[in-house]
């Protein structure tokens, strides 16, 4: 049998994934909590249940995003058999495939989270913890006193690389050159600007 936080628990989980497929095929605007509530199969009360309205709902699944993003920049900065410029570009490359694949997705991760409190300080804590891997990352490739303004520098480019990517503005034709193959450029001009000074 069931029990009534288990169920609960399911019925937020269903609404999650509902409102995640909704942005990813139609972008915010396509997520409504009716909308949610029909595609999850559940009451047209049950959304408005678990989220106040749809901020909190969409800064919700940000969130999830956000843990997923700093779960992966963890398991790449542990991983005791890569050097730390392979791990900077493995934890860019994850970053940019969500904003290639899920580009509403990868807007609203970078979003200022609005909503009810409680998801603003869930979303507030997921986006620190994933920037805390991804400066850990890019410390052990730079030193500590360099961290803040390479990792500035590395996420502002491959946010600008990416959106050109997305918006066919990068094309192979007009560059002759792929998005890993700037990324990797970056990375490596780093990593020599380093080593030098």
């Given amino acids: 049998m069931v029990s009534r936080v288990e169920s609960a628990a399911a019925t937020r989980r269903a609404l999650l994934d509902a409102a995640a497929d909704l942005l990813d095929s139609g972008g915010p605007g396509a997520v409504t909590l009716r909308e949610v509530g029909a595609r999850a199969g559940v009451t047209r009360g049950a959304p408005y249940r678990h989220f106040p309205d749809k901020d909190s709902l969409l800064t919700a699944v940000a969130a999830e995003a956000l843990d997923r993003l700093a779960d992966q920049a963890q398991d790449v900065r542990t991983d005791p058999q890569a050097p730390p410029a392979d791990k900077l570009r493995r934890a860019l490359s994850a970053l940019m495939t969500i904003g290639r694949r899920q580009p509403h997705l990868y807007r609203l991760m ?3 989270p609005a909503g009810d409190p409680a998801a603003i300080h869930a979303a507030t804590q997921a986006g620190d ?5 991804f400066f850990a990352i890019v410390g052990d ?4 006193q360099h961290t803040s303004r390479y990792a500035a520098l590395l996420l502002t480019s491959v946010h600008g690389i990416t959106d050109m990517e997305v918006s066919g503005h990068l094309s192979a ?21 380093t080593r030098s000074g």
């Fill in 129 to 133: 913890r994933a920037q805390d891997e």
């Fill in 173 to 193: 034709d007009k560059w002759h050159i792929t998005a890993e193959e700037l990324v990797s450029t970056l990375v490596s001009m780093i990593d020599r600007q």
């Fill in 141 to 144: 490739l730079v030193g500590a």
């Fill in 110 to 112: 970078f979003a200022s």
